[in-house]
């Protein structure tokens, strides 16, 4: 780590940030086994939020990897540092008074916690989107799990590699023929009781 800096006061802080967009920011953070359909949520929240006049932004795991974290393997040390970083950028994001939605496997509890841990009491919105492996191999989008199964793929989620479920997710999306778009119904009306909608 870095040493003789100093961290510099700004006269504009969170509060009025937030303030200036009429929003509580916040991190919606999803998070589940690839296909259990994080991404497809997050898209479809997000654009609820912006109907209703909301200021989002959207990291995808895919999408960060193509240039913030282009530099990152799937290593379980990369992964943890992925996490990190998109932990930090999302607390940037959070003290510009934006609402940040985050779609990523995030398989480690501990990273989970610290990025909870970067922020306010309420601020992180830990969002569990349960979907069985089976069903995220039936759906198998990008043919990831059945190039994980060939050992064509190395150090995947679910298959060679742990994913940890959360303990005390703010909410739990089980699978069960619910659509995406009623998870993502679910997830507003969360946003609702927290007072971060209005």
């Not at 997050?42 to 974290?69: F, S, W």
């Amino acid at each position: 780590m870095a040493t003789n800096i100093v961290w510099h006061q700004h006269d504009v802080d969170k509060a009025r940030r937030a303030q200036a967009k009429s929003q509580k920011p916040c991190v919606l953070w999803l998070t589940g086994l690839s296909g259990s359909g994080k991404s497809t949520i997050a898209n479809l929240l997000e654009k609820k939020l912006a109907e209703h006049g909301k200021h989002t932004y959207l990291l995808d795991g895919d999408n960060v990897r193509h240039g913030l974290c282009g530099d990152l393997t799937f290593s379980d040390k990369d992964r943890v540092e992925n996490i990190r970083r998109i932990g930090e950028v999302s607390k940037l994001f959070v003290d510009a008074g934006t609402i940040v939605l985050t779609a990523f496997i995030s398989p480690f509890k501990a990273e989970r916690d610290f990025c909870r841990n970067l922020l306010s009491d309420g601020e992180f919105i830990e969002i569990f989107i349960d979907t069985p492996i089976e069903e995220c191999e039936k759906r198998d989008p990008k043919g990831l799990y059945q190039k994980a199964r060939q050992g064509d793929i190395k150090d995947f989620t679910g298959i060679d590699s742990p994913y940890e479920a959360p303990e005390k997710a703010e909410i739990i999306l089980t699978f069960s023929g619910q659509t995406a778009e009623q998870s993502a119904e679910k997830l507003f009306d969360l946003l609702k009781q927290k007072g971060i909608v209005a």
